[in-house]
C-alpha cells in the first residue's frame, strides 16, 4: 500500500442568499497507509442535492451543518482500490456519504457493498434506483396516501426527485398527473417523456393561475419539491381530504429574508387537508419494498431517467450551483472516475 492524495471540496464560509463559488475550497489531502479495518475506495459517481444547501447553515435541522474547513459529505458510487478489510476486498462496487472527493478512505463500516447491474450505469443507483427515487416512493406512499383514481400534482416535477415521482403516481395508478418546471424544454420532456398528462413553466405566468386552468377538477395529492408560491397555489386547489407530502422548498432555500406565508392557510382547516414534511431517514424500513417494487418496474423497462453529468471533481461546485439554478434535467451527478 501506498501514500495516495485526494482532491476534496470543503466549506469556506457559510453562504447568505445564494451560495457562490467564494464559499468553497479546493484542498489536497495525503492519505496514510490504510489502518486495519479501513478500505480507499476511487469514486465514480458523487452526488450533489438540493438538500444539501440547508446543511451550509448553521441552524439546527435534521442533519448537522456541513462544519467549515472540512470536507461535505454526500452521496457516492465507486470501487475499492485498496482494502484491508477481508468483507471488502479491492473491486468490490461501494455506495457511501463520502462525497465531494475523488478518493475516499474509511473504516469499511461507512460503505456498503452493492452488486453490479448489468447493463446499468453505476450513476443510476444514485438516482431513481437509489435515494431519490426512494424519495418519491415515500412521499407518495407513506406521506401521501395516494390512491388509485387520484389527481396528483407535483412541483420541481423535471428534476430528480420529481421525474421519479411523476412516473411512480402513474404506476401506482394515478388519474391524472401534473407538473411544473423551469422552461418549455423540460414542460415538453415531461409529457413527451415522463408520462405527465399535463404541465406548465411556472415563468409563464403566477403558478396560481396556470395550475387551476390545469386542474379543473382539483388536486388531491400534492407532492412539493419548492414550496412558496407552488404550496399557495395548490392550497387553492385540493380537494376536500387531499393530502400534500412536504419534500423540499427549494425556491425558499436561498432567501435572506423571510419569506411571508401562503395566504390561503385557513382552506386546510374547512377542506380537511393534511400537511405532512418528511426527510427519507425516518423511513428507511421502506427500503426493501421499494426495492422490490422498483426491480419489477424497472426489470419491465417502465421507468426512464435523465442524468446531467459534470466531469470531474474540480467541477462539484459548478454543478451544485447549476442545479441550485436549475440546470439539470432529472439527476444532477458529478462524474469523477475515467471508466465510469
Given at each position: ?224 419539491n419548492v414550496g412558496g ?98 440546470a439539470n434535467t432529472g ?10
Amino acid at each position: 500500500m501506498t501514500n495516495i492524495t485526494s482532491t476534496q471540496i470543503q466549506l469556506a464560509t457559510r453562504p447568505t442568499g445564494w451560495p457562490t463559488h467564494d464559499n468553497f475550497r479546493t484542498v489536497t489531502v495525503e492519505y496514510s497507509d490504510l489502518a486495519p479495518g479501513e478500505v480507499r475506495v476511487r469514486n465514480a459517481f458523487v452526488s450533489v442535492d438540493p438538500y444539501m444547501r440547508g446543511r451550509m447553515n448553521d441552524v439546527k435541522s435534521y442533519t448537522p451543518p456541513f462544519a467549515l474547513d472540512e470536507t461535505m459529505t454526500g452521496g457516492a458510487i465507486g470501487h475499492v482500490i485498496e482494502s484491508a478489510a477481508d468483507e471488502l476486498p479491492v473491486g468490490t462496487l461501494v455506495q457511501h456519504d463520502l462525497g465531494w472527493r475523488d478518493i475516499a478512505q474509511a473504516d469499511a463500516a461507512e460503505f456498503r457493498a452493492v452488486p453490479e447491474l448489468p447493463g446499468v450505469p453505476l450513476s443510476v443507483r444514485l438516482g431513481i434506483l437509489g435515494m431519490t427515487g426512494m424519495t418519491a416512493y415515500v412521499g407518495l406512499t407513506a406521506i401521501a396516501d395516494l390512491r388509485e383514481g387520484d389527481t396528483v400534482f407535483i412541483s420541481g416535477a423535471a428534476g430528480a426527485v420529481g421525474t421519479a415521482a411523476g412516473q411512480f403516481a402513474r404506476l401506482l395508478g394515478a388519474k391524472r398527473v401534473i407538473g411544473s418546471a423551469g422552461s418549455a424544454e423540460k414542460v415538453a420532456l415531461l409529457t413527451e417523456k415522463y408520462g405527465y398528462d399535463a404541465a406548465f413553466n411556472y415563468k409563464d405566468a403566477p403558478v396560481r393561475e396556470q395550475l387551476r386552468e390545469l386542474a379543473p377538477e382539483g388536486v388531491d395529492v400534492f407532492y412539493d419539491n419548492v414550496g412558496g408560491d407552488h404550496l399557495e397555489a395548490a392550497l387553492d386547489v385540493m380537494n376536500p381530504g387531499g393530502r400534500i407530502a412536504l419534500c423540499g422548498a427549494i425556491a425558499l432555500y436561498n432567501e435572506a429574508a423571510k419569506p411571508a406565508g401562503p395566504d390561503n392557510m385557513a382552506n386546510i382547516i374547512t377542506r380537511g387537508l393534511t400537511l405532512k414534511g418528511f426527510t427519507l431517514g425516518g423511513y428507511v424500513h421502506l427500503a426493501p419494498e421499494f426495492q422490490e417494487r422498483m426491480s419489477v418496474w424497472f426489470g419491465a423497462g417502465k421507468i426512464v431517467y435523465d442524468e446531467t453529468i459534470v466531469d470531474g471533481i474540480d467541477h462539484a461546485v459548478d454543478a451544485f450551483l447549476d442545479m441550485m439554478h436549475g440546470a439539470n434535467t432529472g439527476k444532477m451527478l458529478v462524474r469523477i472516475a475515467d471508466d465510469a
